[in-house]
Nanobody, 121 residues
Framework: QVQVVESGGGLVQTGGSLRLSCAAS????????MGWYRQAPGKPRELVAT???????NYADSVKGRFTISRDNAKNTVYLQMNSLKPEDTTVYYC???????????????WGQGTQVTVSS
C-alpha cells in the first residue's frame, strides 16, 4: 500500500517561515500531481497549492506570493515553503499525492495524516 507522511509543521510567529515536507512511499510505479490542502474549522478542505509531474504549479489566491510548492521526484517528496505567515494560515495542512501503483495510466489519490501549522498573532 502507499503511505503519505507529512512533517515540518509547528509554531511560528506572524511573518515567520516554515517548510512542510511530504514523502510518499510503498508500492509506487509513478506519481502524477502532488499538492497541499488545508481545512479550517467549519470550512471544507481547500486547495493551497498543487504541482504537476512536469513542474506546473497552481496556488490559491490567498497564498500567492507567500507560499512556494516544489517537488523532488527522486525522493517522491513534495515541499511547501511558507513565508510571511499570518494567523489565518493556522490549521492542519494535508498532503495529497496521485499515485499509479502499476503501468496502467490510472492514478489514485492518497492523503497524508496532516501536520499542524500554528501562527501566533
Amino acid at each position: 500500500q502507499v503511505q503519505v507522511v507529512e512533517s515540518g509543521g509547528g509554531l511560528v510567529q506572524t511573518g515567520g517561515s516554515l517548510r512542510l515536507s511530504c514523502a510518499a512511499s510503498g508500492t509506487i510505479f509513478s506519481i502524477n500531481d502532488m499538492g497541499w490542502y488545508r481545512q479550517a474549522p467549519g470550512k471544507p478542505r481547500e486547495l493551497v497549492a498543487t504541482i504537476t509531474s512536469g513542474g506546473t504549479t497552481n496556488y490559491a489566491d490567498s497564498v500567492k506570493g507567500r507560499f512556494t510548492i516544489s517537488r523532488d521526484n527522486a525522493k517522491n517528496t513534495v515541499y511547501l515553503q511558507m513565508n510571511s505567515l499570518k494567523p489565518e494560515d493556522t490549521t492542519v495542512y494535508y498532503c495529497n499525492v496521485q499515485v499509479a501503483r502499476q503501468y496502467s495510466g490510472i492514478y489514485f489519490s492518497y492523503w497524508g495524516q496532516g501536520t499542524q501549522v500554528t501562527v501566533s498573532s
